[in-house]
């Protein structure tokens, strides 16, 4: 008997297992606080196929990044607008996607030598382009800020993008849909 118990317990936790599928040691946001009830549950649910909190899907932002506190990520989010070959997109949207956190790694080992990782961010649009200038606000961030971004190539490249700080925003020239991350030289 104690066999058919210990059988049916083994069981119970090999069906009852997680599937991953998303990184090893990838945290989710917390989607049921408070400030996420808005009455629209479609939109919390995007928020979660998103990874993001509410907050961050309903703004197109991202403020908290996996493996780095809280208090040390510089927010940032993306409204409409963007130059794409040099032409105005006046109405074309970026999306602002949390980050692979192997990407988050990778950005920290690229900081090292080079100043503080500010935050790291995946973007993305669904138009072509050779390049494409976007503004991120940045709330906090001043002019004088030695702020450079740069643009993953590869698992292991990254390459420094054109990248002009002014208050509260961070325009840069990018070539593809890709994680940036945001080193501010100390």
Known sequence: MKKV??????GAMICSMPVMAKEVGAPVAVYLEDSSDIGAPEETVLAINEDKTI????????IDIWDMLGAEVQDL???????????EAPGLTFDLVKPDLKRVYAA???AQGKGSL??????HTHAGYGTAQITFYAPGVKADQAITVYQRITDEEWAAVPTVVTDDHVTVEITDNTHLAFIEAK
């Open 5 to 10: 118990i210990a059988m049916a317990l083994a």
């Open 55 to 62: 907050g961050e899907h309903m703004n197109n932002a991202v």
């Open 77 to 87: 989010a993306i409204g409409q607008g963007a130059v794409l070959d040099g032409v």
């Open 108 to 110: 920290k080992e690229l």
């Open 118 to 123: 500010l935050t790291v961010v995946n973007v």
